[in-house]
């Protein structure tokens, strides 16, 4: 069986098309796109809207974004949400989800490399709360135009390393020109500094995991699993890439 569900992407603004572009570089099915027109409260979002979808990615705002997964767990099918900034509604909809049956894969970030960044981190983060001395602070960077600040991924990153010093770190946020996504945390001391960094160059690492994340969740669907994911469940699954030859079926 292929590799490659058929996909609704959910919004189609710079990440909805980035999405779109890979899906169609890599010949993975698209089935159904759903804007922002006659979409308020996620009306739009059907299972006839879906188009026989497999999983749909959602990419809008932080506004659309619950209702939206809200909606396509209620027309049974599993979505992969990548709009970051709804933390606050993340109760209310994952209680939601699972009252549907549904399934639902979040991640404030969807870069693989950002997850493993998250662990390295927080490693970091446990040992130096063993030692003396050192300052902890998180600072991301990212485009004029995104919308929430702290991004998910500081948030998280922040978490992590505040429960791993079991004291508050603080963030800074730095909005700027075109930058796709810049995250560090530093560690400072008083003759040293040790600084553990993510950069991403281009939205489509964005766009790679979110797809890797709809083939894991769609396989996770057919086996009969429903419930809330996340990249740490896609992360410490058996494999995480498919072979060649499964990329090829």
């Given at each position: ?123 970091a983060a446990a040992l130096v709360a063993k030692l003396p001395g050192f300052d902890v602070h998180v600072v991301e960077t990212h485009h004029a135009a995104k919308l929430d600040a702290p991004s998910g991924t500081a948030a998280e990153l922040a978490r992590r390393a505040e429960a791993a010093l079991g004291r508050a770190v603080p963030v800074t946020s730095v909005r700027v020109g075109s930058v796709p996504g810049t995250h560090e945390l530093l560690l400072d001391g008083l003759y040293e500094q040790l600084r553990v ?53």
């Amino acid at each position: 069986m292929s590799t490659r569900p058929r996909l609704a992407l959910v919004g189609t603004g710079r990440m909805g098309s980035a999405v779109r572009q890979l899906a169609g570089e890599r010949g993975w099915p698209v089935v159904a796109e759903i804007g922002r027109a006659a979409n308020e409260d996620g009306r739009a979002i059907t299972a006839d809207a879906l188009g026989g979808a497999d999983v749909a990615i959602e990419f809008t705002t932080p506004a659309a974004a619950p209702a939206n997964a809200i909606a396509c767990a209620r027309a049974g099918v599993p979505v992969v949400v990548g709009t970051t900034g709804w933390l606050r509604d993340r109760p209310r909809v994952e209680e939601a989800v699972r009252a549907a049956g549904g399934a639902m894969f979040w991640a404030p970030n969807f870069s693989l490399g950002a997850n493993v960044f998250w662990r390295v981190a927080e490693l970091a983060a446990a040992l130096v709360a063993k030692l003396p001395g050192f300052d902890v602070h998180v600072v991301e960077t990212h485009h004029a135009a995104k919308l929430d600040a702290p991004s998910g991924t500081a948030a998280e990153l922040a978490r992590r390393a505040e429960a791993a010093l079991g004291r508050a770190v603080p963030v800074t946020s730095v909005r700027v020109g075109s930058v796709p996504g810049t995250h560090e945390l530093l560690l400072d001391g008083l003759y040293e500094q040790l600084r553990v960094e993510h950069v991403a160059r281009d939205r489509r690492v964005f766009a790679e995991g979110a797809l890797l994340a709809s083939a894991w969740l769609a396989g996770a669907w057919r086996a009969g699993r429903r419930g809330i994911f996340t990249m740490d469940d896609l992360l410490d699954a058996p494999r995480v890439r498919p072979t060649s030859a499964e990329e090829r079926a």
